[in-house]
């Protein structure tokens, strides 16, 4: 019996000291993005996938006015058969048939929607939950007018969680194509994050932004953002301050910017309903209206819902929200935005397309 004792402490003690060796591991060697990184131009070696590279740099936007779409393609993973465990729901990935249905669907959409600029987020490149699908090659591939270009906020080797079906690896990240090859591209990495361990396995949210030449000489900076989702509302707020100084820095300098993106927040005048606000699992917060001064403005269609929530499969009566959206500087003028209702049947999100003039 005493043997028996000891060998089965020796086992726990083994199994104690695999599982800290693990962590040490996964702590030691987990993706740090440094604050800001140059995705173009840089020497092709240096970005094995992020690039794109374009026949010839300009920058140089012909026209006064620009359409752009943005769109949370949700991993081709969150089509209206799908709930999701982190949003109260329990499946954890489509099946791959499904999983490929919402890629070409996905695919076609951007095809035919005609517009200048495409941001997109949760783009993978790498991962188990989409089956290891290069997503970001699909979209190359059938976007030949386009110059792409990637930025990673999804890199874990392993993420452990749900314990009864782990994501397992993930890479996965925002990407802008445009069919004006940009002047440059950069990510700028947010401030904040999780505290230990869940730092190891969750995303690391930035901005990637492409600077153009407008018609008049002035530069635009044309960036797509994926804010943080599943904080306390802390995050959020330190990732809108770092933009609202990041952006208004580019004002003061002349220079006007157009931003896109999932943003995980309603935009100042959007009124949620209490569904939208209750949801335990996942509720976005509200950008205050006094972040940005006269002159910066908010785009989104008040008509159409742009997320429904994942707690379960989707229904008529499933909670939807408006968290995709743009913001622009003073010197741009909005002359028209849509959300396309899609239906969400391939994405947890529709596409939002919006038309600007430079004035």
């Known amino acids: 019996m005493r043997l028996s004792l000891k060998i089965a402490i020796s086992l726990i003690g083994s199994l104690l000291l695999l599982l800290l060796l693990a962590l040490f591991g996964l702590w030691a060697t987990q993706w740090r993005p440094e604050a800001e990184t ?3 131009p840089v020497e092709e070696a240096q970005t094995p996938q992020a690039t794109q590279a374009p026949q010839s740099v300009s920058g ?5 006015t620009l359409t752009v779409l943005t ?3 949700g991993y081709a993973g969150l089509g209206r058969e799908m709930d999701f465990f982190m949003d109260g729901g329990r499946q954890t990935r489509a099946s791959r048939e499904q999983t490929e249905e919402n890629l070409r669907a996905i695919t076609g959409f951007l095809q035919q929607s005609g517009a200048d600029i495409l941001l997109l987020e949760e783009v993978d490149v790498r991962s188990r939950r989409s089956y290891s699908i290069d997503q970001l090659a699909a979209y190359r591939e059938a976007l030949p007018e386009y110059v792409g270009f990637f930025a990673p906020n999804y890199d874990s080797p392993y993420v452990p969680i749900p314990l009864r079906e782990p994501l397992g690896r993930v890479q996965s990240g925002v990407v802008l194509f445009s069919k004006v090859a940009p002047e440059a591209v950069t990510r700028f990495q947010y401030p904040g994050g999780y505290s230990f361990p869940r730092q190891m396995f969750d ?6 932004q492409a600077q153009f030449l407008a018609p008049d ?3 635009l900076y044309v960036g797509v953002t994926h804010n943080s989702a599943y904080d306390n509302g802390s995050m959020r707020s330190a990732e809108m301050g770092w933009l609202q100084e990041h952006l208004t820095g580019l004002a003061a300098a002349g220079d006007l910017s157009i931003t896109g993106g999932d943003w995980n927040q309603n935009p100042p005048g959007y009124t949620p309903s209490a569904r939208e606000v ?3 699992h996942f509720s976005p917060k509200a950008i205050p209206a006094e972040l940005f001064n006269s002159g910066w403005h908010f785009v989104y269609d008040p008509q159409t819902p742009t997320i429904r929530y994942l707690y379960e499969p989707l229904t008529d009566q499933t909670t939807r929200s ?3 959206f743009f913001l622009t500087s003073p010197g741009i003028e909005c002359l028209s935005v849509k959300t396309i209702d899609l239906g969400f049947d391939n994405s947890d999100h529709n596409p939002v397309l919006a038309t600007f003039k430079i004035k």
């Open 71 to 73: 769109w949370n393609t």
């Open 217 to 219: 000489g002035r530069a």
């Open 60 to 64: 140089q936007l012909t026209s006064d």
């Open 38 to 40: 140059v995705i173009f």
């Open 278 to 280: 209750d949801d335990r």
């Open 203 to 208: 995303l690391k949210r930035c901005l990637l």
């Open 322 to 324: 408006t968290i995709d």
